[in-house]
Nanobody, 126 residues
Framework: VQLVESGGGLVQPGGSLRLSCTTS????????VGWFRQAPGKERDFVAF????????SYDESVKGRFTISLDSAKNTVYLQMNSLKPEDTAVYYC????????????????????WGQGTLVTVYS
């Protein structure tokens, strides 16, 4: 299992970025994929998850309505479209996979995920 994040960068408040999580070594159709973020000096927090089986998504309240998670099975890639970015969105963003059979109600927890990418830095500055 391999996950590689990309798409981070510098953006002004109100701007947009799209993060990509390119995966290999497993079937995206059977796994859940989550995005987490870790701001400087803080713990890593849940952002969103998606699972193709059941076509379900979930978002943290802090990003709901601004971020959209999506999946392209043909490209083995999960995206996080981030709009209306705020300085408090500044963080390293990580994607991770949870194995088949994971319970959706637990997918906000880091320990539900078994494999992680290396992260991509998003900086929102004014």
């Amino acid at each position: 299992v391999q996950l590689v994040e990309s798409g981070g960068g510098l953006v002004q408040p109100g701007g947009s970025l799209r993060l990509s999580c390119t995966t290999s070594g497993f079937n995206l159709d059977h796994f859940a994929v989550g995005w987490f973020r870790q701001a400087p000096g803080k713990e890593r927090d849940f952002v969103a998850f998606i699972r193709r089986s059941g076509s379900s998504t979930s978002y943290d309240e802090s990003v709901k309505g601004r971020f959209t998670i999506s999946l392209d099975s043909a490209k083995n890639t999960v995206y996080l479209q981030m709009n209306s970015l705020k300085p408090e969105d500044t963080a390293v963003y990580y994607c991770a996979t949870a194995p088949p059979g994971s319970i959706s109600s637990t997918l906000w927890r880091q320990n539900s995920y078994s494999d992680w990418g290396q992260g991509t830095l998003v900086t929102v500055y004014s």
